[in-house]
């Protein structure tokens, strides 16, 4: 007869357990949401696809729009390591986006916040926050690339992220194009030339 398991469970072991099958469930539903769309989010459906209980499920996530929340919460934009080089890191970061946007799931997902967001104050909210999120580090490089003088004081910061990332949003969500690599090279050369800074030889 196997022994029985007398003593109170630990507040450490639950909190890895919930944490685990949180994580489990929010994996599979990221999948359902970019493989067969928001409508397919369902706790019936994520707890198929995670091996999550429904009754855990329910007790997470008490209705679909709490699902769908923190479905989207858990969706990070693609980042790059920094090297210190300006155009280095510039075109590694806008490379990344590209990726995220042509190969990987992030376009589908910004449609999908979008759609939801226009009736959902708490979705519109969350988007707000998730693209503020996603554009903070190219904002990040350029006003460390202005205390460093390798652009110029009076450099409007918005206005500067919105000429290297805007391109490849529109591109990619709007007219649908395949964004190709050279593309990333090309906006980020022509934003550094329009400020002065050499990029022959770099």
């Known amino acids: 007869m196997p022994a029985t398991r007398l003593e109170p469970v630990q507040p450490a072991d639950v909190d890895s357990r919930i944490v685990r099958t949180r994580a489990a469930a929010l994996v599979a539903a990221r999948e359902v949401l970019v493989n067969e769309g928001i409508a397919a989010v369902t706790h019936l459906v994520v707890a198929e696809r995670s091996g999550v209980g429904r009754k855990t499920m329910y007790r997470h996530w008490p209705t679909v729009d709490d699902l769908l929340y923190d479905t989207f919460s858990s969706a990070n934009f693609p980042q790059a390591i920094q090297t210190g080089h300006l155009r280095t890191d510039l075109v590694a970061h806008l490379e990344a986006l590209r990726r995220g946007l042509v190969d990987g ?50 450099l409007n910061i918005e206005d500067a992220a919105s000429f290297l990332e805007g391109p490849l949003f529109y591109r990619t969500l709007v007219r649908n194009e395949a964004v190709k690599r050279n593309v990333v090279v090309a906006i980020v050369d022509r934003f550094l030339s329009a400020h002065g800074v050499a990029t022959v030889g770099r």
């Open 105 to 154: 799931p992030l376009a589908y997902l910004v449609h999908a916040l979008n759609e939801r967001a226009a009736n959902d104050p708490r979705i519109a909210q969350l988007r707000d926050r998730l693209t503020e999120e996603g554009c903070q580090p190219v904002r990040d490089l350029l006003r460390k690339a202005v205390r460093s003088h390798e652009l110029p004081a009076g």
